[in-house]
């Protein structure tokens, strides 16, 4: 033991020991939030929570992604570390003292992952948190919820500006930001399972790169940062922005994501930010009706007003400027299987969002 002390003392940093020490105590509180829901989703508020608000707040006050940041700076990085490696070499204590630093900046990582996003993977699901009945989803429910979803939008449409085959945000950034955030507080007096605060969203740099990995928006754990590509259709950017605060506010599954964003939407003052809800919930249930029963899916479709057509043919156009390239099978696959690692389904978990909405209409 006393060997070890001093080996420790020799050859590890003040940092490492400290981060590998958060390392067990994470390691132990995701084995404990994976064995019981109950478990998870008391870590997950009460501990993630704090997390997830601090870390916002504090990156909150930069004006640019850190995470965007970092990444930019990982391949220089990473050769400054090699050379940093080389340079030690001849040395065995720097060799050890590096290695440690390097060994527990990675574990500071997983630490980090399992306070802000792995704990609620363990968490009851939001159906249950909402009291939603577990039913089978027939063809006419999903023309029922369709046909919904399509006459809200119409209403909505009517109500905000088009440019050339486009619905045009009348926000800014800061003031999306800021709807988001007020749409959030109403959500949550109505949903107890919807906690939240104020934070804001990030707009990317590399925002064509994102498309090409058919990514609209991103939750990064490790600064608590909400990054959202602006290259798509305006009309996306309200919903996305409220899916990406949902992984912010302890929401992991992409399903319970993306529901929460469209009930945060729908229930906003703002015209354009409802149409935003509708119009991504529409894309989930038309495609769930068009498979289940065509003809009533080419009905529902047709009484879509010929703006919100345009907008979609748009939103399609954009989306799949890079289907089949590698970066786009590359990303999906990569995506797929960080889903079924933390328990769900794959990428199939974003279609579950369409038995949340019947269930919705079918309960409200």
């Known amino acids: 033991m006393t060997k070890l002390?001093?080996?420790?003392?020799?050859?590890?940093p003040t940092y490492s020991v400290i981060c590998f020490v958060i390392l067990v105590i994470c390691t132990l509180l995701h084995i404990i939030s994976g064995i019981s829901p109950s478990a998870a989703d008391f870590l997950n508020i009460r501990?993630?929570?704090?997390?997830?608000l601090i870390l916002a707040k504090i990156t909150s006050l930069l004006p640019f992604s850190l995470a965007e940041l970092l990444l930019y700076l990982?391949?220089?990085?990473?050769?400054l570390?090699?050379?940093?490696?080389v340079r030690a070499s001849h040395e065995r204590g720097r060799t050890l003292r590096l290695l440690a630093?390097?060994?527990?900046?990675v574990s500071l990582l997983y630490s980090s992952f399992v306070l802000t996003l792995g704990l609620s993977f363990g968490t009851p699901t939001l159906d249950e948190k909402l009291g939603?009945?577990?039913k089978d989803v027939s063809a006419d429910e999903l023309r029922d919820t369709l046909t919904v979803i399509r006459d809200n939008i119409n209403e909505c449409a009517g109500e905000i500006e088009y440019r050339d085959g486009e619905a045009q945000t009348p926000h800014t950034n800061s003031e999306l930001s800021e709807i988001i955030c007020s749409a959030y507080r109403t959500a949550a007096e109505a949903y107890p399972a919807i906690n939240t605060f104020d934070s804001r969203f990030k707009p990317v740099l590399s925002g064509e790169i994102m498309t090409a990995c058919g990514t609209l928006g991103i939750y990064s754990y490790f600064?608590?940062?909400?990054n959202l590509n602006m290259t798509y259709p305006d009309f996306s950017l309200p919903f996305t922005v409220a899916h990406e605060f949902a992984h912010q506010r302890g929401f992991a599954r992409e399903n319970e994501a993306n529901f929460v964003a469209f009930l945060v939407c729908i229930g906003s003052e703002d015209a354009f930010v409802?149409?935003?809800?509708?119009m991504t919930m529409y894309q989930y249930v038309s495609s769930a009706l068009s498979r289940a029963d065509s003809d009533a899916y080419t009905e529902v479709a047709s009484g879509l007003s010929a703006a919100a057509r345009d907008d979609l043919r748009a939103y399609y156009a954009r989306a799949r400027k890079y289907d089949g390239t590698v970066i786009d099978k590359v990303s999906s696959a990569m995506n797929d299987t960080y889903l079924k690692i933390n328990g769900t389904v794959g990428v199939r978990s974003y279609g579950l969002v369409v038995d949340l909405a019947v269930a919705y209409y079918r309960d409200t």
Do not use: D
């Open 5 to 12: 002390r001093e080996f420790i003392k020799k050859y590890i």
């Open 81 to 85: 570390l090699v050379i940093a490696f």
């Open 74 to 79: 990982l391949l220089p990085g990473a050769v």
């Open 274 to 278: 409802r149409y935003s809800g509708y």
């Open 101 to 105: 630093v390097v060994l527990a900046t």
């Open 132 to 134: 939603f009945s577990e």
């Open 223 to 226: 600064t608590g940062e909400s």
């Open 47 to 52: 501990v993630g929570q704090s997390v997830r």
